[in-house]
């Protein structure tokens, strides 16, 4: 069974997978956001795919802590995506994550338009890293 994250945006949805082992996490695609319903679809088809028992989805809070507009979306779309796909889901903290992502790919020498297209699996990557990490620590 894996754990499965979730970096959702207005126009695409960042999808990563950890290993079998909890260990590591890899990203699986981007979702250009259409509908819920094909949204919700295509998570199920790789929920099922991947045998995901859980779901990791970033919350992006304001540098302060504070829940903004962008955060209230993302519980919306939790709140429906709840109605359809029944896991549990966690939040958790993504601030700074697509910083990062972006600071990894050019780490990478990935070009920028490459950088554009992939940016938000690999933000779901550092999401679900980070959370796969404390599940390790908290051991």
């Known amino acids: 069974m894996r754990i499965m994250s979730l970096d959702v945006g207005s126009r695409t949805i960042g999808i990563a997978c950890s290993d079998a082992l909890l260990m590591t996490a890899q990203g699986i695609e981007t979702i250009r956001r259409t509908s819920l ?8 088809e790789l929920i099922s795919e991947y045998e995901v028992h859980e779901l990791v989805v970033g919350m992006p809070k304001n540098m302060n802590g504070t829940k903004g507009e962008r955060a209230e979306k993302t519980e919306e779309f939790v709140a429906k995506m709840k109605e359809v796909i029944d896991l549990p889901v966690t939040y958790w903290d993504e601030r700074l994550s697509t910083v990062m992502a972006e600071r990894q790919l050019i780490a990478a020498d990935v070009s920028r338009k490459k950088r554009k297209s992939v940016i938000d699996k690999m933000a779901a990557v550092v999401i679900l890293q980070g959370y796969l990490d404390r599940l390790q620590f908290n051991k």
């Open 37 to 44: 319903e094909k949204d919700f679809n295509r998570l199920q």
